[in-house]
Structure formats: C-alpha cells, structure tokens
C-alpha cells in the first residue's frame, strides 16, 4: 500500500503502530503531511507556522516510545506554549511570540512520540465560532465547503484534520471551540471535565476555569489515547479533575445499558433551531433508542441567557487581560491595527466591568453549574444539537465589529448560532461533538451529548458505541489531497 493510501486509511493510533512495525518511518509521514500542506492549504488558511526543520530534528534525536510516536502533529496557533513552536494567538500584536519554556500540555504530547512541525489558525484571542483573524490574511475556510467556516476557535485545527493533512489535531475549547469546529468540519470533538487536561505554567486557569485543551480528531479512539497521553494535574495547579475509573482508552469498551438519556429539539431557552439540526438530533434520539436507551424530550431549568451574559463579562475581562498585558511588557502602547474590532470592544467592555461584577459573573457560572446538576440527578445523558445551524458563511461572524456584546448576544449572533457548547465549559461537565448528520447540500452537522460532572468515562464509551453504530471516518470532503501520478 503506497504512503498516501495508508494515510488515507489509517487514523493517528493506526499510524503509530505501522512505525512501531516498522512498516513506515516518521519521516515518510511527515513528508506525506507536507506534501498535504503544499496541496491543500492554499485553498484553506488553516496552517499558520511551518516548523520542518524542528520536526526532522525531533526525529533525528529520537522519538519518545509513546503511544502515538512519529505521527505528524499540529498544535493550535493559541496557547500549548513551545519553546520550539512560536505562537501568534490570532492576533497582530502578539505575532511570533517566543516562549522560554514548554507547556505541560504539550510536553506531554511531546512525550507520547508526536511530531509536531507547526501551528493552526485560530481566531484573535480564541473569541467566537468562526477562524477569520487579520494575521493570517484572510479566513479560514472549510473543506466541506470553501464558502463556509470551519468553526472556531479551534478552526484551523479543525479544518487540516477534515481534510486529511493530518489524523488529528490540538485544539482548545472555552465556550465551544473544540466542539464547534467538529460539528462544522465533521469530526469527533470531546471536552473533557473542567480541569481534566493541565494549564499550567502559563495560566493558572482559562477563563475562570471554562477552558481547557483538547483535539480534533477522524475517529473515537485518536482522542481518547491523546487525552490519556495528556491528562492529569500538572505541578501546582489549583485544582484537579475526579480521578478516572481507568483510562480514555478502557472506557471505550464499556456498555452501560439503559442509559437515560433526555435531549432537546430547541435550545436551552426553547429558540428553534434549523431543521437540519433538529433533524440530526431527532435521527441520534432514535439510534439511542435502537441501541436500548431509554430515551425522552427534556429541557433543563437553568438560566442559559443569565451563563451566557456572565460568560461574556468573564471573556471581555480575560481579553482585556491579554492585550494590557501584551503592552505592558513592551513599553509602548497599542498601534493602530495591532488588534481587530472585537478585541477592541470586549477591552472597552471589560473597562465597564468592575471588581464586585467580575466576582458576580463567576458566581452566576457557577450557580448554572449547581442548575445544570440538578437535571443530571435524572439523565446519564443530554443530547441536543452541537450548533442551531449548520456551518455559517465565511464573513457572517467577522471580527471588524466593536460592539463586543452584540457580537456575543444579539440577535442571530454568536449565542443563538451556537447556543449548546458553551454551557458546558459554565458547568464544566464533559461534553462531545459526533459526526452523525450531514446536509441534503453536503454540510455536516454534529449531535451533541453531554454527561454529568467527572463521568468523562461513561461519555466515551457512549461515543465508541455510536461510532460502532454509525461509523463516520470513510466519510471526507470534496476538498482532498491527490498524489502527483
């Protein structure tokens, strides 16, 4: 079978242990990677650092024997911190930001054998669901279709991955952003429990505790051998995850029966949402039924719209924090087009947001989380769309606006596109993104399930079982890679 074939057929686990039987060497993958980059993203924007030569001298050292070693590897272009890897953040004023030592988070990807030899785009400081950031020169587009986003913030990784230059890929989800690109890209996304995957030594926590990172990947098993290569608390950190029962990788094996499980046809607030969207969730209710779950319309009793404008206070303030910080440390002040029109209204929004308001919003987020409890007294699973419309038309969610909160909870704006993710970075409860529905035009559309606080392992298996039910890693987009003949 030629290079091109094995990847095509293999997800990251599957190439890992073609090197390990030495059937390919890691060089062989990253030129094949390569090689997808030059092909293919001159059409999507998606990678934004190229670091060859750091990957060759990784292999060169020699990889660590992990569980994913010589698999080529990007991480986003936003956070996981490298000494090796400069970062831009999506923005113009943090370009080429150099760091003097590793993240936990990807010193440990780097333990489990990765190659990584770059970054992926992602929006200006990770704000909203699409990946257009000025730094880049243009939008991130979608492989699915080149007129619509991959998502956001996670976008870049999100579209590298749906179109085949690499298996899987880092990302990172505050409000969505991991989940967002998969509903949109047609990928598996998973958002591990608040504290699940380590910060540190950079952040102590990411927006008051609702970010964390996590992965794009083509199939069930990639992400939860990457969870399980990066999970735990790294030194210090202010507090810690349940400990799991076994590991990522084991949880795909159980069978719970009978979950219960209750799932929504409408967002949080009783919004419709699109027929497609609606439709997909209708169509995986059914499937749960078919598998032996009991299954029933249920809407949880939480104040989403009040998360959501707390959510948005805590955003602006952690924005604002960035950039006075990036400017601080330079000695000079901000130069016209350094930062764009959302950037620039959630600091002025934050400079409306006192001390008392901050403490209140956190607050307000962790009353939702109590809220949203309450409802898993009585499912094991909530199942709802990812997204209340499939994958928006490049443009419509641009970052030239400066009114930061309209951008945030106006009408038809980010909180009523995207009205499911963020709820579960408020609660910090596991949640995941599934490829199971796809437009009459082609679009995909995700399935959203989320689980109670620390059960991240009981999601998982779910997940393999669906996976098992309705497999998805066959299914690719128009946009794809030719081998030279």
């Not at 730094?135 to 996670?154: A, Q």
């Not at 699940?196 to 098993?221: H, K, N, Q």
């Amino acid at each position: 079978m030629s290079i091109r074939d094995l990847y095509e057929t293999y997800d990251a686990v599957g190439l890992a242990e073609l090197v390990e039987r030495r059937e390919v060497t890691p060089g062989e993958l990253l030129d094949e990677a390569l090689a997808r980059v030059e092909a293919l993203n001159p059409q999507l924007n998606a990678v934004t650092v190229l670091a060859e030569p750091v990957a060759r001298r990784l292999i060169e050292e020699g990889l660590p024997e992990g569980p994913l070693r010589g698999v080529p590897f990007l991480l986003k272009d936003l956070g996981a911190e490298a000494i090796d890897f400069p970062c831009n953040n999506g923005s113009k004023l943090f370009a080429g930001t150099r760091y003097a030592r590793d993240s936990a988070i990807y010193a440990r990807l780097k333990a489990a054998g990765l190659v990584t030899f770059g970054r992926t785009a992602s929006p200006e400081g990770g704000i909203g669901p699409v990946t257009e950031a000025a730094v880049y020169g243009g939008p991130t587009r979608n492989p699915w279709n080149l007129d619509h986003t991959p998502g956001g913030s996670s976008g870049g990784a999100g579209a590298v991955v749906a179109a085949g230059i690499i298996p899987a890929a880092h990302g990172s989800d505050g409000g969505g952003s991991v989940r967002i690109p998969a509903s949109s890209c047609g990928l598996f996304g998973f958002k591990a429990t608040r504290a699940r995957t380590p910060d540190g030594p950079y952040v102590g926590e990411g927006w008051a505790g609702m970010a964390i990172d996590g992965f794009l990947t083509r199939s069930v098993r990639d992400t939860a051998v990457l969870l399980d290569a990066t999970q735990g608390p790294d030194l210090g950190a202010p507090y810690v995850a349940p400990p799991l029962e076994g590991s990522f990788r084991q949880a795909m094996d159980r069978h719970d029966k009978r979950l219960r499980i209750g799932f929504a046809t409408t967002s949080l607030t009783g919004a419709p949402v699109h027929p497609e969207c609606r439709a997909a969730v209708e169509d995986a209710a059914k499937l749960l039924a078919e598998l032996g779950h009991f299954v029933e319309e249920a809407l949880p009793e939480v104040d989403t719209s009040g998360m959501m404008a707390a959510w948005t206070k805590i955003v602006a303030c952690g924005s604002a924090l960035s950039v006075e910080t990036a400017v601080r440390k330079r000695g000079r002040p901000l130069e016209p087009g350094e930062i764009e029109g959302i950037a620039r209204g959630a600091m002025a929004y934050a400079r409306t947001v006192s001390g008392a308001d901050y403490l209140e919003a956190v607050n307000k987020v962790h009353a939702y989380g109590r809220e949203m409890a309450a409802f898993f007294q009585r499912y094991d699973i909530f199942l709802t769309p990812t997204l209340a419309e499939p994958p928006a038309q490049i443009g419509r969610f641009a970052h030239g606006t400066e009114d930061y909160v309209d951008y945030r909870m106006g009408p038809g704006r980010v909180f009523a596109y995207s009205p499911f993710t963020a709820a579960f970075n408020a609660s910090g409860q596991p949640a995941a993104s599934l490829p199971l529905h796809w437009t009459t035009d082609g679009l995909p559309v995700g399935i959203h399930l989320a689980a109670p606080f620390g059960e991240d392992e009981k999601l998982m298996g779910l997940c393999a079982r669906l996976e098992e039910a309705r497999p998805w890693f066959d299914r690719r987009p128009p946009l794809r890679y030719a081998a030279a003949p």
